[in-house]
């Protein structure tokens, strides 16, 4: 019982960090029909950031709202220098130009910073931990959680009670209805941008914590588990996304310690065939939305 | 008010519409009518923005608009209700007529709510809940209303009564009067060739991409020539 409620929580902790992500790629879906494969370039970003300003000496709270602040602005310059000029494009080549985002923003930095891994220290308090009953919660864990929590809360207020929220919900139903309605397509597009970069920050703040490295190629996890649980989820929902990252997060950690010993660091590949099982049964995803027209 | 000249839009390098020129004054109620497949659609997609004509001007207010975004159109004062309603049936029938109050302040906006719940009292019954569950007439007042939340002086309806029972094709044709009554213009697409033309001032018929006659309803009306071609009655 103990052993299932600690894996639990630490499933918890780990699918709030997936669930972050895929939100922020089910944004970008809606809106666009865009599969964002760059997704993890604002924590590839955040990671050089967290360095630069951790080898000053500066603290984890100054870090953090630098990390966001990177993660946003990363997120609207990708919009603007890339995803801008093949808007309206077919979905295959907004699906390429996101690989190419990707390529180009790993290789500046093997190029021009280094190609090797590079460390910087975690808060002090990462490896804390507190006890209820005969259950240990990581700090980091319950931090985790009450900051994803609080987030999802937030966005969903964002979501249900601003014009902005309601737009970006008319837009990624029907386009060219809500621009009928006169919402502004370029509005609604680089807003979004800027709620999934900063809903990709706060995952990159825990993402970079736990690692405490960032290599040029460091978005490219977070990225692929953000995509895999908004598949998961049911592309085009954002409710889905969000459950999609946690059940990927509870997957693997209970696939973990249920697995025997000699095959425990399998763990990712039993993960993608239970996904690749789940896929057969439900193509579309947990939530099914009814794929809306383009024109 | 709405003038347009020469318009000919194509899809790849079919004509849909071929140098169509018509013009809307203020307080009009305007009937466009036709066969299926005549371009009706098209021709209020060209001139609300969301189809990109190749050749002709359309002019709003006395400022050339030809080819501004659906966004601009409707800032300008030209609202649409497209074919098939497209309400967001996700979002509630309250989120349905904000997103239609989009461009108003939030003042304005909760005012325009007052009036669309007096004008539409049976959307008031079903204020929370998703659009999607809206009966067809309910849907189509609600397409109606979520375009009149953006105050739009030209009012411009795709095929209104389809799809309705006959009692609510009725509430459609009132609510028509009851618009022009408040002084709003109207242009129509109907399929109801006759009810069209008894309740517009002038009217317009579209035959494969082509106006091949316009006049007053009556005069129409008194064309039999015309209309058996096109409708039983």
């Known amino acids: ?295 | 008010m709405l003038e347009v000249v020469g318009l000919t839009t194509k899809y790849g390098s079919i004509s849909a519409l071929r140098e169509v020129s018509l013009s809307v004054g203020a307080g009009e109620v305007v009937g466009l009518i036709g066969p299926n497949g005549a371009g009706k659609t098209t021709l209020l997609g060209s001139i609300a923005g969301l189809l990109q004509p190749e050749a002709g001007t359309v002019t709003f207010e006395g400022i050339d608009t030809t080819g501004a975004s659906p966004e601009k159109m409707l800032r300008a004062g030209l609202a649409l209700v497209p074919e098939h309603r497209r309400i967001f049936t996700d979002m509630t029938v309250e989120e349905n007529l904000k997103i239609g109050g989009v461009t108003r302040s939030a003042a304005e906006r909760s005012e325009s709510l007052i009036e669309m719940v007096e004008l539409f009292p049976v959307l008031a019954k079903k204020w929370d809940i998703a659009a999607g569950f809206l009966s067809g007439g309910e849907a189509q007042q609600l397409a109606i209303a979520r375009a009149l939340m953006a105050r739009p002086r030209l009012i411009m309806m795709d095929e209104p009564s389809l799809g309705l029972a006959p009692i609510l094709v009725d509430l459609v044709f009132d609510l028509i009067d009851r618009l022009r009554e408040k002084g709003t213009t109207t242009l129509i697409v109907e399929q109801n060739a006759t009810r069209m033309l008894h309740a517009s001032d002038r009217a317009y018929l579209l035959r494969s991409g082509v106006i091949v006659a316009d006049g007053t309803g009556d005069e129409l009306l008194a064309r039999t020539d015309l209309f058996d071609t096109f409708v039983g009655g």
Request: aromatic fraction near 10%.
């Open chain 1, 1 to 295: 019982m103990v052993e299932i409620l600690q894996n639990l929580v630490d499933g918890l902790g780990r699918g709030s960090i997936y669930a972050l992500l895929a939100l922020g790629v089910a944004v970008i879906f809606g809106v666009m029909h865009l599969l964002n494969f760059a997704h993890g370039e604002m924590i590839t970003v955040s990671g050089y950031v967290a360095l630069w300003s951790l080898d000053r000496g500066w603290s984890w709270y100054l870090v953090v709202p630098l990390i966001l602040a990177a993660s946003v602005l990363t997120s609207i310059l990708i919009e603007r220098i890339a995803f801008s000029r093949v808007r309206g494009a077919d979905d295959f080549t907004l699906l390429l130009t996101s690989f190419g985002v990707h390529f180009v923003v790993s290789s500046l930095f093997i190029l021009y910073v280094s190609a090797s891994v590079q460390n910087f220290r975690g808060p002090g308090w990462i490896h804390d931990t507190f006890s209820i009953g005969s259950l240990k919660i990581e700090v980091f864990d319950a931090t985790v959680i009450g900051v994803t929590v609080l987030t999802l809360l937030a966005t969903t207020w964002l979501l249900q009670r601003t014009m902005f929220g309601l737009s970006l919900r008319a837009a990624a139903a029907d386009f060219d209805t809500a621009r009928l309605m006169g919402v502004k397509s370029d509005s609604v597009i680089r807003g979004a941008f800027v709620l999934s970069g900063f809903l990709a920050g706060i995952a990159g703040v825990f993402w970079l914590m736990r690692a405490g490295s960032t290599t040029p190629s460091g978005g490219t996890d977070p990225m692929l588990k953000g995509v895999l649980a908004a598949l998961i989820g049911g592309l085009g929902s954002l409710r889905g996304a969000v459950l999609g990252g946690f059940a990927l997060g509870l997957a693997e950690v209970l696939l973990r310690s249920w697995l025997p010993d000699g095959i425990a660091n399998l763990t990712e590949g039993f993960v993608f065939a239970i996904i690749a099982i789940f896929f057969i049964f439900r193509p579309g995803g947990l939530i099914t939305v009814a794929k809306a027209e383009r024109v």
